[in-house]
């Protein structure tokens, strides 16, 4: 899963992976939704 | 001693010496010069507008305007940041279009800061079947879409961070409509109770696997 990232100052735009705890974070809502793991 | 219609500047009478003129001359500009000293100064970007009901009360303020800050197109990732916004507004809008998803039966949401705990809020949402009005003590986000679907047109959510660069919490409010099979409506206000710094970063994060359209504008209010 990725992150896009959009400095507002410089209007660099960068995309990442999400890190281990934005992944946690995104998978707990997903299966609070009863959605399974992508 | 004559004076003007408007302003009701002294000037000579006909009938004044000319020998007078000079100061005659010196009373009128003085009494312009006078009149008029709130119309000196101002800076670039600002506007002229009545301080007072006073005539000729006038002071130079900055309008109220709206300035797009960033926009970004919302077709691919799972998670948009608008990060490094500078505190020079006085509060943030994020307008978020027609936001489509790979998947439906999933959620939009909005985190400030990267923070994942601690959003305090109440909210209204109706599908056009139900209708559902709760508080959340301590969310992982606001929900702007409590079910967004993936073919979503025409929708919008309007979200305003107030106060964003002040060192205490800041109110967030959502309004969020789609024009989907039904209805798609939701309302929401709160906020982060454990951020009392700097709103710095906004980020839009779906559940489902990645956006596939759409576009989120950032704008600063004056």
């Known amino acids: ?38 | 001693m004559a004076t003007t219609t408007n302003f009701g500047w002294t000037t000579p009478d006909d009938t004044d010496f000319v020998k007078d003129g000079a100061a005659d001359i010196r009373t009128a500009f003085n009494a312009v010069d006078s009149s008029f000293a709130d119309l000196k100064g101002g800076t670039t970007g600002q506007a002229l507008v009545k301080a007072s009901n006073t005539d000729l009360d006038f002071t130079f303020a900055v309008p109220d305007t709206w300035a797009l800050i960033q926009s970004q197109n919302l077709t691919t990732g799972t998670t948009v940041t608008f990060s490094s916004i500078p505190g020079t507004y006085e509060e943030l809008v994020l307008v978020v279009r027609n936001v489509q998803v790979a998947s439906s039966g999933t959620t939009l949401s909005l985190r400030v800061n990267g923070l994942t705990t601690n959003y305090a809020y109440v909210r209204s949402y109706a599908n056009g079947t139900t209708a559902t009005h709760e508080a959340v003590n301590a969310g992982s986000g606001f929900a702007i879409d409590v079910t967004t679907p993936n073919t979503a047109t025409n929708s919008v959510a309007i979200i305003t961070i107030g106060k964003y660069a002040a060192s205490y919490l800041h109110p967030i409010t959502i309004s969020y409509t789609a024009n989907v099979t039904g209805v798609a409506a939701l309302q929401a206000t709160g906020v982060n109770k454990g951020l009392a710094t700097a709103v710095t970063s906004v980020s839009l994060i779906t559940t489902s696997t990645a956006y596939v359209g759409g576009v989120a504008e950032l704008y600063g209010r004056n």
């Open chain 1, 1 to 38: 899963m990725t992150v896009i990232e959009v400095n507002v100052q410089t209007g660099e735009v960068i995309e990442r992976p999400m890190t281990a705890e934005e992944l946690a974070v995104w998978e707990a809502d997903r299966a609070a939704l009863g959605i399974e793991d992508a």
